[in-house]
């Protein structure tokens, strides 16, 4: 049974710092991908960084470009979202998810990834 749970996620003034974690069981985590996705009131699920946790291949969009970076704990099973210089806008629930690499044409399409977590609140306000 595959297991996704996120944690670490809470209020921060814009500008500040926060770190998320997906910690995965009963999932293959060296050949899969994991991916954070982000959804806000009233808005599509948005694809925020993905990681093809077996060979190190990480994508993230643009809107978090420079601002945010994905990475792993192998031996933990853990897939990081370390998240710098927030923005209001980055207000959401953020979630992880997990699928086969061959699931789908691009990383970011919510509708390819069958395993998912519970989500984590991110707030940015001041």
């Known amino acids: 049974q595959v297991q996704l749970v996120e944690s670490g996620g809470g209020s921060v003034h814009p500008g500040g710092s926060l770190r998320i974690s997906c910690e995965t069981s009963?999932?293959?985590?060296?050949?899969?991908?994991v991916a954070w996705f982000r959804q806000s009131p009233g808005k599509a699920r948005e694809g925020v960084a993905a990681s093809w946790t077996g060979y190190g291949v990480t994508w993230d969009s643009d809107s978090v470009k420079g601002r945010f970076t994905i990475s792993q704990d192998s031996a933990k099973n853990i897939v990081y979202l370390q998240m710098n210089n927030l923005k209001p806008e980055d207000t959401a629930v953020y979630y992880c998810?997990?699928?086969?690499?061959?699931?789908?044409?691009?990383?970011?399409?919510?509708?390819?990834?069958?395993?998912w977590g519970q989500g984590t609140q991110v707030t940015v306000s001041s």
């Open positions: 998810a997990a699928r086969d690499p061959w699931g789908g044409a691009t990383w970011y399409e919510p509708q390819t990834y069958p395993y």
């Open positions: 009963g999932y293959r985590y060296s050949s899969g991908i």
